[in-house]
Nanobody, 119 residues
Framework: QVQLQESGPGLVKPSQTLSLTCTVS??????????WTWVRQSPSKGREWMAQ???????DYTPALKSRNSISMDTSKNQFTLRLSSVAPGATEIYFC???????????WGQGTQVIVYS
């Protein structure tokens, strides 16, 4: 059984870089054919696919956020991390990590971590 657990700061200022980590258990993130994804949900924008890192380190980003996003993996800890610079002030969002089996279909999800951007 694959399990994912997000961790993040909870509160962040607009000028800060938001760093979120997803810890995966139940199998190595280097398992062939899987991708590891971050999705954001907010009341104003709904659900947004943000970035993915594949088992081999290949990365993909949503075009609108590509310049501000960075996704990486730490295979020794079985984790992958999203860094987002310049977050929107006043935003309240929930970030989820998940396992992608292809075509952006996520078969396992974390429970989500809330981020509030305050000035």
């Amino acid at each position: 059984q694959v399990q994912l657990q997000e961790s993040g700061p909870g509160l962040v200022k607009p000028s800060q870089t938001l760093s979120l980590t997803c810890t995966v258990s139940g199998g190595p993130i280097t398992t062939s054919s899987y991708g590891w994804t971050w999705v954001r949900q907010s009341p104003s924008k709904g659900r947004e696919w943000m970035a993915q890192i594949a088992y081999n380190g290949w990365t993909d980003y949503t075009p609108a956020l590509k310049s501000r996003n960075s996704i990486s993996m730490d295979t020794s800890k079985n984790q992958f991390t999203l860094r987002l610079s310049s977050v929107a002030p006043g935003a309240t969002e929930i970030y989820f990590c998940g396992r992608d089996t292809g075509n952006r279909f996520l078969d396992y999800w974390g429970q989500g971590t809330q981020v509030i951007v305050y000035s």
